[in-house]
């Protein structure tokens, strides 16, 4: 069992299959309780973004329009980007590094081409890092479409 990114109370199920006939599956199920290391003496990386959401307002359709959102590793550890997805082809993002030593800043921008849209949208970035707290961080963008 990975704890990475969980905490609280967990429940997993094994089921095991064999070739006796009167019991063919047998489930086991295991219980635990997960709990965050205490802060101060942890070590592990910390990805931190001051914001993670903007609204580009009216956009002309057709334009492509970017932010640049900005974050931190405020852990004590190496912090690695493992991956980043968009929501829709019509998004990109382009990190500045993908390795941050603890207190070392980088930038995520993020581009929205609104051709062929119209009206109000949101999209995603989703960065996969080995934060082992908030592995997953979800960066929104709005923009209203206008025709």
């Known amino acids: 069992f990975n704890s990475a990114g969980r905490f609280g109370k967990q429940k997993k199920l094994i089921r095991i299959e064999s070739n ?3 019991n063919p599956q047998v489930i086991v199920t295991i219980k635990g309780n997960v ?3 205490d802060a101060e003496s942890s070590t592990y990386p910390v990805l931190h973004f001051g914001q993670t959401k903007y609204n580009f307002g009216k956009v002309e ?3 492509v329009v970017e932010y640049t959102f900005k974050f931190e ?3 004590k550890s190496t ?4 991956d980043i997805k968009t929501s829709c082809g019509c998004t990109a993002a382009l990190v500045s590094s993908e ?3 603890p207190g070392e800043q980088g930038t995520l921008k993020v581009e929205l081409d609104t051709s062929n849209r119209a009206g109000k949208m949101s999209r995603t970035v989703t960065i996969e890092s080995n934060d082992p707290i908030d592995p997953k961080k979800i960066i929104t963008v709005y923009a209203d479409i206008q025709k």
């Open 73 to 75: 590793n405020s852990g």
């Open 79 to 82: 912090l690695k980007i493992k």
């Open 61 to 63: 359709e057709g334009k």
């Open 99 to 101: 390795v941050l030593k």
């Open 20 to 22: 006796d006939p009167d």
């Open 35 to 37: 709990v965050l290391p």
